[in-house]
């Protein structure tokens, strides 16, 4: 498949340049391309906690575009679905920590815990206060004892940073960021797997299918099912969900555009959400938006996590990412009287 790139090699540098050329200057890249590819915050001035988070890239706008006031200090990035190295991490460590400490926010993928768990080793040897919480998130495999992280991790950037510009320390913030993350539940479908630059494409979903429960570098879900349409897909995926919902409860829910679908296939989406029985337990939706990606994979994931008062004014609070959509609430269509229109009949 053709794809608007120069080179495998040179994809993430470049790309990270040409990102970089339309923020305004809020955020820069540390030196060290091609090895070394961090992210981070202009206007940092290492008075708050520093919320730093990464892995390969192919997700974006996650994680570089939720670099800015509000939300992540730094972020590390990887060649394409790949994780980023030790000495990445580290250097994205040293760059924005200060006396108040650093969380790491990670997702539950073995080179990722790996790499940066041994630069917060390597960074706490230096004397910095580092800690790290993982999130696993993907409900889809419930036997697996090792939980994919998803695009709830976006949950605990946005709450993570609130804490932070709100001046709470590390210990406060991890404490609440680690109290939450079991509380989120996200499953993920897609009726086409996605295109890795430079590599033949993994062609398992035949037509009129879709894979239910892969994960964000297309790697095999919990089954394929017959897709009919957008409300059958949805109704599946929502009672997936419905084994981590309290009926009394309120939720926030992430619509997450994978990659491939476009603005009229999401808003439909939407809408089935609308008309489902979960809709009167929603008090925020955020989105539907591309947020966590997997390139071009023709799908979308739904994440929920119950609403609190925390909860709610973190992910309202509102911080410098373009990224990051504003939460709503779903309400009804506004309908407008249609005007009349004269006809030579009627005058």
């Not at 071009?296 to 609070?317: N, Q, R, W």
């Not at 009287?337 to 009949?345: A, N, W």
């Amino acid at each position: 498949m053709s794809q608007f790139i120069n080179s495998r090699n040179k994809l993430v540098t470049e790309a990270l340049n040409g990102f970089l050329r339309g923020q305004e200057g809020q955020v820069s890249r540390l030196d060290g391309f091609p090895h070394i590819k961090v992210v981070v915050r202009t206007d940092w001035k290492f008075d708050q906690v520093a919320i730093i988070s990464g892995g390969g890239s192919g997700h974006e706008p996650a994680h570089i575009g939720f670099v800015g006031k509000g939300m992540l200090t730094a972020a590390v990035c990887g060649e394409i679905f790949a994780s980023p190295s030790v000495e990445a991490v580290l250097a994205g460590i040293l760059a924005v920590t200060g006396e108040k400490g650093c969380l790491l926010i990670v997702k539950n993928y073995t080179g990722d815990r790996l790499n940066f768990g041994l630069a917060a080793e390597k960074a706490r040897a230096r004397g910095l206060n580092i800690k790290m919480v993982i999130v696993d998130d993907d409900i889809s495999l419930p036997e697996d004892v090792q939980a994919r992280g998803l695009a709830g991790t976006l949950f605990v950037h946005k709450i993570a940073g609130f804490l932070a510009e709100g001046g709470k320390s590390l210990d406060e913030i991890f404490d609440a960021t680690q109290s939450l993350i079991p509380l989120i539940a996200s499953i993920g479908v897609s009726i086409d797997n996605c295109t890795v630059p430079g590599t033949l494409k993994d062609e398992r979903i035949a037509e009129g299918m879709a894979e239910l429960g892969l994960g964000i570098h297309g790697e095999p879900g919990r089954e394929l099912i017959a897709f009919e349409n957008a409300g059958s897909i949805m109704k599946i995926i929502l009672s997936n969900l419905q084994s981590k919902i309290d009926n009394d409860q309120k939720y926030a829910l992430i619509l997450n555009n994978l990659g491939g679908c476009t603005p009229l296939e999401m808003a439909v989406l939407r809408e089935e959400i609308a008309k489902s029985d979960l809709v009167s337990q929603l008090s925020l939706i955020i989105g539907p938006e591309m947020l966590m990606t997997s390139l071009d994979m023709h799908g979308f994931s739904v994440s929920i996590l119950p609403s609190s008062k925390l909860v709610a004014e973190a992910l309202t609070f509102p911080v410098g990412p373009r990224a990051w959509p504003n939460p709503v609430p779903l309400i009804d269509p506004i309908i407008a009287d249609l005007p009349k229109i004269q006809t030579k009949e009627n005058g």
